[in-house]
Structures are given as C-alpha cells and as structure tokens.
C-alpha cells in the first residue's frame, strides 16, 4: 500500500473522529473545516513516522492534538472549547462517585462549557481527550506523561470545576 | 452521496496539493545540497592547483579551509532540511514540544559546528588573503561582517521564531507542572 492509499484509509476511517476535535476547540464551522485540514496536512507529513507502536486512533489524537496546540498562533489563547450538550463522556467530568448529580443538564451544560472555556489550553486538550472517551492510559500515551500524572491533572481540574460550580446554579454536593 | 463526493474531491486536491508542496520542497532542498557538495569538491580542487602553481603551502591550505567550511554548511544544511520538513506532529505532545522549544531556540549543540565553519573560513581568508592583506587588516573586515550577520539572525529569531520557543516552553511548563 502506497503512502497514498493508507492516507486515504486513514482519512475515511477516521474523518468524524478528527472532525469531532475540530469542533471541540472551534465554533465557527469556517475555522472548523480550517483546523481539520491542518490536521490532514499534518497526517499526511507524519505519516512515514507511523510503525504501529500504538493504535492508529492514539496516533490521530496526538496528531490532532499537537496540531491544536500549533494552530493559529495568534489566538491559541483565545480558543475555545466546544462543549455539545448532547457529548455522551460530558458526565464523567464531573462525576463522582458517591454523590449523585440532579439532571438540570441544560443549565449545568451551559455553565460547565463556560468554566471549561476558562481552562488553559493544556487542560482543554486534556478535557477534550477525557470527552473523547479516552482511558487515563490513553491519554498518557497521547501527551507523554505518566499515566499517574494525567489522573492527578484530571483530578484537578474536576476539582476546579466542582468548585467554581459550586456557587452557582449547578452544585454539585 | 454528494456530500461524500465533495469531501473525496476535497482530499484529492489536499493531496495533491500535499503532494506538489513535498515534491517542491525536496528539489529546493536537492538544488541548494548539490550547490554545495559542488563548492566542496571545487574549493579542493583550487587548492591543488594553488599549491601546484605557487608551490606554497598556504594557499593550499587556504582553499581546504574554505572546503571545510562548506562541508559544515552542507552537513548543517542537510540536518535542519531534513528536522524542517519531517516536523512530527505524531510524536507525544511532550516530546513534540521539547523538540519545538529545541528547534526555535537561538542557540543550540549543532551551533558550534556553525562556529567551527566561521573559523575555517577566516582562515581560508587570512591564507588566501587577497592584496596580501595582513590578519588584523582581514579581521577588521571579516569580524564585523560577520557580526552584521548575526545580529540580523538575532533579530530574524527574535521577531519569528522566539514566540514560537516560548509558547512550546510555556505549554510544557503548563504539562509539567
């Protein structure tokens, strides 16, 4: 198979899987369609790299990951993440445990995009990773860090969301 | 069934267009290595004839110096090409980031190769000085010259590739923390 050809399997194996990232630091669609065709460029220029150490959807991720760290220069401050209110992994966010969460999902989804637009552009990645459905082993692999790490870093930042949300008109108790 | 072919078109032309870009960059790249492996077999060459003609020396060695130096910029040349254009985005984002902070930092290990190729070519110039111009009389010529460069690479760093150092420093601090 020719570079070519396994582009182009990638590609239509994994088109909504990279869409779906897109769309989670873009929401305009112009700069959504933008970001995926960097991400291509960046599939098709990391592509000779590729050995099969890892799964084919980690090796997406980073790619798609580290593009949205490289994107747009300017305004990577500015990014936002997108939030869907239908994102079935949004719960995990903010699940816990022994304490069971009232279903108010609008207001509480509106409030959580809000307070995840405020995160740095390290703990979106993270967060959008989390959304993704990835594992914390997963992730590790994703970004490079110990696996231990990403689950201290997560448990932060669910942390900080419990506790910005707290005051308002989601509390989670 | 024709959005799907829309996006079929889409990919073909990014891919052709991907295609075009590597092919492009591979012949520049191709071009400006066959310029100097070309200067090195050539400055070799000047500097048997030199030596043949004049019997002397130091004008041999001169021309090997200058030969020198263009090894070391052919070789530098071909590193940086080559870690440019193979810029992997599917490596871990840590160790993507390392690599880019390394990659837009001012100075770097291979820096002093660079140094080295400085030196033979004063060398070859103070050997092979035109008008027998004494050592300092070059140096005057030669030092500030070659300051002016470097100050103007000082300031291409600066105004294009410092804030990329500093944001791949900034995100792994973020990741590292």
Known sequence: ?173 | MIVNKKIENSIDGLVGDLKKEDSNYASMCKRLQYMYWILVPLYVLIGFIHFFDSGEWSEGIGSLCFALAMLIFAFLFRKYSKEYKYVDYSLPTVHMLRAAANRHSLFRKETIWLLGALIFLDAGLIMNSPMDASIYEIQIIFVPVMLIAMLIGFFVWYFKYKHLRDRAKAFLADIEE
Do not use: P
Request: neutral net charge.
């Open chain 1, 1 to 173: 198979m020719n570079k070519e050809e396994k582009f182009n399997e990638i590609i239509s194996e994994n088109s909504d899987r990279i869409r779906r990232i897109c769309s989670y630091y873009n929401a305009n669609s112009e700069n959504q369609k933008d970001m995926y065709q960097e991400v291509l460029m960046n599939i098709w220029r990391s592509l000779d790299n590729f050995r099969g150490d890892s799964s084919i959807s980690t090796w997406i991720y980073r790619v798609a990951v580290n593009t949205s760290l490289s994107y747009n220069n300017m305004s990577i401050k500015h990014m936002k993440l997108i939030v869907d209110v239908g994102t079935e992994n949004l719960e995990c966010i903010l699940e816990d445990e022994h304490h069971k969460l009232k279903k108010q999902e609008e207001i509480k989804f509106e409030e959580l995009e809000k307070e995840l637009n405020l995160l740095s552009v390290i703990d979106k990645a993270l967060i959008s990773l989390l959304l993704e459905g990835l594992s914390m082993k997963e992730i590790a692999d994703v970004i490079g860090i110990k696996e231990s790490n990403v689950k201290v870093k997560i448990h932060r930042i669910k942390g900080q969301l419990r506790s910005k949300l707290k005051g308002g008109s989601y509390d989670c108790k």
